[in-house]
């Protein structure tokens, strides 16, 4: 089993409080992600704020880019960001816009699957290799109810994430059924009194799960 790497997602906070959320968890989490909510409140100041104080992490921006991929790109490797995200649901022209970009600059680059088809999820597979795969139950069907994100493909060889609603309760099912590489976790560190004791015991779930 490879040596998980979980992701901070922090979202729908100031600026000043995720980097302290971050700071408080740091010693347990790999990356730290500037959540949608940020990009969208505070733009690229967010990401260059992160860059700033966390010099050496590595750095996602939660862009959800579906269309304007150089600008988008552009703009968030300039301010420090590592990794963005495209949505699998996007153009074909602009994920491989994404690819490109994050392959001139040697960065890497998130396909996020929210509401994509399995073939969808099939082609994007075959198509990007070099991606990472998030798999992501949305926010809203959390909280709403809808149909859960499926992986009834094999991801065999690909970058595979996971993430929406991670928690102590559900993480060594997931880690069980899918072994991603990347486990993307916000409330069930973020909304704990001591975030690093909470992500380090569910690092340990994970970890201790066949």
């Not at 966390?54 to 880019?65: C, H, Q, R």
Request: aromatic fraction near 6%.
């Amino acid at each position: 089993m490879t040596t998980p790497i979980f992701q901070l997602a922090l979202d729908r906070f100031s600026i000043d409080e995720a980097i302290n959320i971050a700071k408080a968890a740091e010693k347990e989490v790999d990356w730290l992600e500037i959540g949608t909510s940020l990009v969208k409140e505070f733009g690229m100041e967010s990401v260059r704020a992160f860059r700033r104080v966390f010099p050496d992490k590595i750095l996602l921006a939660d862009t959800k880019t579906i269309d304007n991929a150089i600008y988008e790109a552009k703009i968030a490797y300039e301010a420090g960001a590592d990794i963005i995200t495209v949505m699998g649901c996007s153009p074909k022209v602009t994920i491989e816009l994404v690819a490109e970009e994050a392959r001139k600059r040697r960065r890497d680059y998130m396909i996020d699957l929210l509401n994509t088809t399995l073939d969808c999820q099939k082609e994007l597979r075959d198509a990007f290799s070099d991606a990472v795969f998030c798999l992501h139950t949305s926010k809203d069907v959390q909280e709403h109810g809808g149909k859960k994100a499926a992986a009834n493909i094999s991801w065999q060889g690909r970058r595979l994430a996971t993430a929406g609603g991670i928690k102590k309760e559900t993480i060594g099912a997931i880690a069980a059924q899918l072994a991603p590489e990347v486990y993307i976790i916000g409330g069930a560190i973020t909304k704990q009194k001591d975030p690093l004791a909470a992500a380090k015991t569910l690092r340990s779930i994970v970890e201790h799960t066949a």
